[in-house]
Nanobody, 127 residues
């Protein structure tokens, strides 16, 4: 079984930055993708970004593109989400997720595609 643990959330003013981390432990896989999703109060969970472990291919939502950067540290089994120029509308609980057996050049973006989820970390952006 895989365990995912997010950290790095907090309160930040609009225009500020945060870096989220997600450490994976337990069973590992040779080809998988790790994604970030978020869920704001009263809204559905939505895709933010994904990175494939084997080739580092990344994909972003329109709202994240240009402001957020997803990266990975293979040695630490950790994925990061650097968030810059934060806006109040970025306020949400951010979740990391893992999808096993991800084909090369494929970037999963749907919730149902992912096999494991973290508990989430709260990000609050004040205006």
């Amino acid at each position: 079984q895989v365990q995912l643990a997010e950290s790095g959330g907090g309160l930040v003013q609009a225009g500020g930055s945060l870096r989220l981390s997600c450490a994976a432990s337990g069973r590992t896989f040779s080809s998988y993708a790790m994604g970030w999703f978020r869920q704001a109060p009263g809204k559905e969970r939505e895709f933010v970004a994904v990175i494939t472990w084997s080739d580092g291919n990344t994909f972003y939502s329109d709202s994240a593109k240009g402001r957020f950067t997803i990266s990975r540290d293979n040695a630490k089994n950790t994925v990061y989400l650097q968030m810059n120029s934060l806006k109040p509308e970025d306020t949400a609980v951010y979740y990391c997720a893992l999808k096993r057996n991800t084909p090369t050049y494929y970037s999963p973006k749907m919730i149902y595609e992912y096999d494991n989820w973290g508990q989430g970390t709260q990000v609050t952006v004040s205006s």
